[in-house]
């Protein structure tokens, strides 16, 4: 079964540009996450879809946005960036039920901005 | 989700048993205790998690104590692709009625095995 996709693997960017990232989850798996990793913060949960609506936000600012579609296909989008968005960005999904379910990351976007 | 406490470092011996602990003594009674690796630069990987009882699987065993204040994360026989970073997370696990699937993660334990 194939893993979660995330495109473009690498990304240069420049200052007050935006950027569109995507992640395709795993076959059955309406539940897409993303998240930011830094050297300094760590992994920070940003946002999670479910159905096409986000469920649970992050503390992050309103630049960083996403939406998911019917196929549960997810992009996520930030607007005016910044130095500081330099990151690995990382997308999880899952299968959602009422019982343990564990997430699957896919390898992640490196944005670099400069 | 509750909060962990994980020793920031550990190194083992190549072919020895890695035993990486955690501390979650907050934790819920509805909450599981999931543990992942990050190889470098690589998105993380889930290895077992478990409710209050050991568990096992073909990566690792989860030793969880009775009280659920701890547990225990045994890699039986380390190889030097066990290097990663290893975190520890505990989270509710409907994920369908409660918090969904966002995770939290600490700072984790970095696992140095050597030759």
């Known amino acids: 079964k194939a893993g979660v996709t995330q495109t473009p693997r690498y990304l240069i960017k420049t200052r007050g540009q935006q950027v569109t990232l995507s992640c395709s989850p795993i076959?059955?798996?309406?539940?897409v996450s993303w998240y930011q990793q830094t050297p300094g913060q760590g992994l920070q949960f940003l946002f999670e879809?479910?159905?096409?609506?986000?469920?649970n936000k992050g503390n992050f600012p309103g630049r960083f946005s996403g939406r998911q579609f019917s196929n549960s296909r997810s992009e996520m989008n930030v607007s005016t960036l910044e130095l500081g968005d330099s990151a690995l960005y990382l997308c999880?999904?899952?299968?959602?039920?009422?019982?343990?379910?564990?997430?699957?990351f896919g390898q992640g976007t490196r944005l670099t901005v400069v | 989700d509750a909060k962990t406490t994980q020793p920031p470092s550990m190194d083992c011996a190549e072919g020895r048993a890695a035993n990486l602990p955690c501390n979650h003594s907050?934790?819920?009674?509805?909450?599981?205790v999931y543990w992942y690796r990050q190889i470098h630069s690589q998105g993380p990987q889930y290895i077992i998690h478990?409710?209050?009882n050991n568990e096992t699987n073909e990566m690792a065993s989860l030793i969880i104590t009775e009280d659920r204040k701890s547990s225990t994360l045994i890699l039986p026989h380390a190889t030097l692709r066990d290097t990663a970073v290893y975190y520890c997370?505990?989270?509710?696990?409907?994920?369908?009625?409660?918090?969904?699937?966002?995770?939290?993660f600490g700072g984790g334990t970095r696992l140095m095995v050597k030759p």
């Open positions: 997370i505990v989270r509710v696990g409907d994920s369908l009625n409660n918090a969904g699937n966002m995770l939290t």
């Open positions: 907050t934790i819920s009674g509805n909450e599981y």
């Open positions: 076959s059955g798996h309406r539940s």
């Open positions: 999880a999904s899952s299968f959602i039920g009422v019982k343990d379910t564990e997430a699957f």
């Open positions: 478990g409710l209050k």
């Open positions: 879809y479910f159905s096409e609506t986000q469920r």
